[in-house]
T-cell receptor, first 111, second 114 residues
């Protein structure tokens, strides 16, 4: 089946630093998604990407849909304490399809 | 609160017991999805409904698992003869086909099988 390789697995950064994480797939997706999950909660959608090459921003977050349709990255600028959590990349073949998730990147912010 | 709700939030059971979880989707969302998330992993798809019809089931959904959505509104997920490997967070998501393609997730039911 389709697999998503997400890296890094975890990050320890200082408040105010920029963050970059990425995701690669063994096969093509037509939609790439980035979710954030806080402890004890369900994932919350941050950014959705629908076209190869698309670059989309949501506040301090920027994500891109790779041209090959097999990869995506997420950048967070000027990190703040509430950015702590687990970030998941995810893909869909079609917009109403099931979502395939990566294993997540755990973001820690050092005091 | 008009989000997806799930009950119970936590369930501890002994191996071999049956458990049932409930998901109430956002009002008028016609699609409802179930996912399972084990520790340190991302959510994995189990099954989904369009209205009351169950349209797809993952290979992860063994014969001990059954999901229903009898009136096309809330859904239940039952696990029979639970095993320790069933311990996980069970997430429900819903989406509105016509207006928004986003799957909105509930807070999940955390199951621990002793």
């Amino acid at each position: 089946g389709q697999q998503l390789n997400q890296s890094p697995q975890s990050m320890f950064i200082q408040e105010g630093e920029d963050v970059s994480m990425n995701c690669t797939s063994s096969s093509i997706f037509n939609t790439w998604l980035w979710y954030k999950q806080d402890p004890g909660e369900g994932p919350v959608l941050l950014i959705a990407l629908y076209k190869a090459g698309e670059l989309t921003s949501n506040g301090r977050l920027t994500a891109q849909f790779g041209i090959t349709r097999k990869d995506s990255f997420l950048n967070i600028s000027a990190s703040i304490p509430s950015d702590v959590g687990i970030y998941f990349c995810a893909g869909q073949l079609w917009r109403d399809d099931k979502i395939i998730f990566g294993k997540g990147t755990r973001l820690h912010i050092l005091p | 609160d008009t989000g997806v709700s799930q009950n119970p939030r936590h369930k501890i059971t002994k191996r071999g017991q049956n458990v049932t979880f409930r998901c109430d989707p956002i009002s008028e969302h016609n699609r409802l999805y179930w996912y399972r998330q084990t520790l340190g992993q991302g959510p994995e798809f189990l099954t989904y409904f369009q209205n009351e019809a169950q349209l797809e089931k993952s290979r992860l959904l063994s014969d001990r698992f059954s999901a229903e959505r009898p009136k096309g509104s809330f859904s239940t997920l039952e696990i029979q003869r639970t095993e320790q490997g069933d311990s996980a967070m069970y997430l429900c998501a819903s989406r509105a086909r016509q207006t928004d393609e986003t799957q909105y997730f509930g807070p999940g039911t955390r199951l621990l099988v002793l």
